[in-house]
């Protein structure tokens, strides 16, 4: 079964699957847990990268591992945990710092450039 909106890819939950697609489709920052620690991010990519579901985000709040902020993030989804859609917007899609993006095996949605 190809992964959509309303298919989610294996050993991820349905939900988790829908707030994610709807979070990037919308541009909508996020709230979550990893590795216990709270993150707030804008969600970027999400798709299949060396055989895991992930998601690549941009942290500006929270906590983190690193205690440097704002960074990206390449996390797994099924270590992501109380996830929620907030109410606050992001533009677009942000040049990646080495301006490549990273290699996916498949991408299922990814944020684009703004709306003109």
């Given at each position: 079964?190809?992964?959509?909106?309303?298919?989610?890819?294996?050993?991820?939950?349905?939900?988790?699957?829908?707030?994610?697609?709807?979070?990037?489709?919308?541009?909508?920052?996020?709230?979550?847990?990893?590795?216990?620690?709270?993150r707030i991010s804008e969600p970027h990519?999400?798709?299949?990268?060396?055989?895991?579901?992930?998601?690549?985000?941009?942290?500006?709040?929270?906590?983190?591992?690193?205690?440097?902020?704002?960074?990206?993030?390449?996390?797994?989804?099924?270590?992501?945990?109380?996830?929620?859609?907030?109410?606050?917007?992001?533009p677009a899609n942000r040049p990646a710092?080495?301006?490549?993006h990273h290699y996916w095996d498949q991408?299922?949605?990814?944020?684009?450039?703004?709306?003109?």
């Amino acid at each position: 079964m190809p992964v959509n909106r309303q298919n989610a890819p294996p050993g991820i939950a349905k939900s988790t699957h829908k707030l994610i697609w709807t979070s990037i489709e919308e541009r909508r920052h996020v709230r979550f847990f990893y590795d216990a620690k709270e993150r707030i991010s804008e969600p970027h990519d999400y798709g299949i990268q060396n055989g895991q579901v992930r998601l690549l985000v941009y942290q500006f709040g929270g906590e983190s591992n690193t205690g440097r902020l704002p960074a990206w993030r390449l996390v797994g989804v099924d270590g992501i945990s109380e996830l929620k859609i907030l109410s606050t917007t992001f533009p677009a899609n942000r040049p990646a710092p080495s301006g490549q993006h990273h290699y996916w095996d498949q991408i299922f949605i990814r944020v684009g450039e703004p709306q003109g």
